[in-house]
């Protein structure tokens, strides 16, 4: 069982006798955990500077950067260690734009246009195919809910959100125990492959979303 600390930046394991012992430290700055496997990914949401890291275990490697902003203040991923992560344009918009499906090596498998009020969007996760976005208390216009998300070949689509029963609040976190199967079209990559950044900017619909995937060592 493992754990990032964004205080000290470091990562730490429970081990059998009860222990929380440190396992490894990263100059990068250790946010909003998930997982699948062999490798732990932390999403670090600061405004105009989002980054996504990659920890193997020894330690934590630096895989996907952009200067967009972050929609929601969690990644999900599936079972291909596949990481899924909404944008927005600016850190004071409470609307989203997108979605983007983001391979283990960070070059960026797939994007959907997705838009709704994702301010105190605090976690998400994927279950049986559909993606789920928690809504806090301070959102405005789906309080307390969870947001399911559809996801086909070429659309994401909004479904009703779920009401969270009442006396009950989530603004932390959600996660799944068992992660989606991947059934979408998503073109792999090889783990050595070098990307450069210009395969990114400008994308083919013609938005320059400033990404960089960098080559894995």
């Not at 754990?3 to 909003?32: E, G, K, M, P, R």
């Not at 246009?113 to 976005?133: I, M």
Request: aromatic share 12%.
């Amino acid at each position: 069982f493992y754990v990032s600390d964004f205080i000290t930046n470091s990562y730490y394991f429970w081990t059998q006798d009860t222990t929380w012992v440190q396992s490894a430290t990263s100059t990068l700055d250790l946010y909003n955990l998930g997982g699948y496997q062999k490798f732990l990914y932390n999403l670090c949401n600061k405004p105009n500077d989002t980054k996504i890291s990659r920890y193997d275990g020894n330690g934590s490697t630096l895989i996907f950067s952009s200067t967009k902003n972050v929609g929601c203040a969690d990644i999900a991923i599936d079972t291909s260690g596949n990481i899924y992560l909404i944008t927005k344009d600016s850190a004071t918009s409470i609307l989203s734009d997108s979605l983007y499906i983001i391979s283990p090596n960070g070059s960026i498998l797939k994007k959907y246009l997705l838009e709704f009020n994702s301010n105190h969007a605090y976690g998400c996760f994927l279950l049986n195919d559909t993606f789920y976005v928690g809504l806090g208390n301070q959102n405005a216009q789906h309080p307390n809910t969870i947001l399911p998300i559809v996801l086909d070949e070429n659309s994401a689509t909004i479904q009703a959100p779920i009401q969270v029963p009442s006396g009950i609040s989530l603004n932390f976190d959600l996660a799944s125990c068992t992660p989606n199967k991947k059934r979408l079209a998503i073109a792999e990559t090889d783990s050595s492959s070098l990307i450069y950044p210009t395969i990114f900017s400008p994308n083919t619909d013609g938005i320059n979303d400033n990404f960089t995937a960098i080559e894995k060592n």
